[in-house]
T-cell receptor, first 115, second 114 residues
Framework: DAGVIQSPRHEVTEMGQEVTLRCKPI?????LFWYRQTMMRGLELLIY????????DSGMPEDRFSAKMPNASFSTLKIQPSEPRDSAVYFC?????????????FGQGTRLTVV | AQSVTQPDIHITVSEGASLELRCNYS??????LFWYVQSPGQGLQLLLK??????LVQGIKGFEAEFKRSQSSFNLRKPSVHWSDAAEYFC????????????FGTGTRLLVSP
């Protein structure tokens, strides 16, 4: 398996523009997680899905952020409108069943820069 | 809710020397505990995990970690560090009930000197 695939790897956008980050989880995994990594706040869980259903979105910073998982093989994280403080590395991860002891496999991340 | 503390932001170790990275957690029950490593520009890779049984856990790349309930700790160790071990290391805790919600520490950056 190719692992968790994220695109794009790098994104530079102007403030106010819409940004869409994409993730393809490992085939057969039914849980998907979006994390944000910054120097100031470290790794933060934004949202996680189980069987394509959002289970906990309490980490989503504000209404400008939204995430969808239309099917088992694809998820998006959208920021609209983007702001400079959204600059960070966004990671997608998937796991086999989402239960506590299950390993999460991470993608290589999308580095977002909002200017 | 669970939380993780990694008290050391940076650690420098000479190649060949031993390593111990500290991790303390807070959780009301027996947690699931993980150590991940992140190389520059890469995602996180699992080194090892603990959720029951033997409190000394062996992982990949020669790493091990010991769960100490009395100290709420899960420190990562390696007897002899290699230059390729230079990376950032994250401790994480997950709840042992319901769906996984990993909470990560702030990470420890390991530098390896010649």
């Amino acid at each position: 398996d190719a692992g968790v695939i994220q695109s794009p790897r790098h994104e530079v956008t102007e403030m106010g523009q819409e940004v869409t980050l994409r993730c393809k989880p490992i085939s057969g995994h039914n849980s998907l997680f979006w994390y944000r990594q910054t120097m100031m706040r470290g790794l933060e869980l934004l949202i996680y899905f189980n069987n394509n259903v959002p289970i906990d979105d309490s980490g989503m910073p504000e209404d400008r952020f939204s995430a969808k998982m239309p099917n088992a093989s694809f998820s998006t994280l959208k920021i609209q409108p983007s702001e400079p403080r959204d600059s960070a590395v966004y990671f997608c991860a998937s796991s086999l069943d989402g239960r506590g002891g299950t390993e999460a496999f991470f993608g290589q991340g999308t580095r977002l820069t909002v200017v | 809710a669970q939380s993780v503390t990694q008290p050391d932001i940076h650690i420098t170790v000479s190649e060949g020397a031993s390593l111990e990275l500290r991790c303390n957690y807070s959780y009301g029950a027996t947690p699931y505990l993980f150590w991940y490593v992140q190389s520059p520009g890469q995602g996180l890779q699992l080194l090892l995990k603990y959720f029951s049984g033997d409190t000394l856990v062996q992982g990949i790349k020669g790493f091990e970690a010991e769960f100490k309930r009395s100290q709420s700790s899960f420190n990562l160790r390696k007897p002899s560090v290699h230059w390729s071990d230079a990376a950032e290391y994250f401790c994480a805790v997950g709840a042992n009930t319901g769906f996984q919600k990993l909470v990560f520490g702030t990470g420890t950056r390991l530098l390896v000197s010649p």
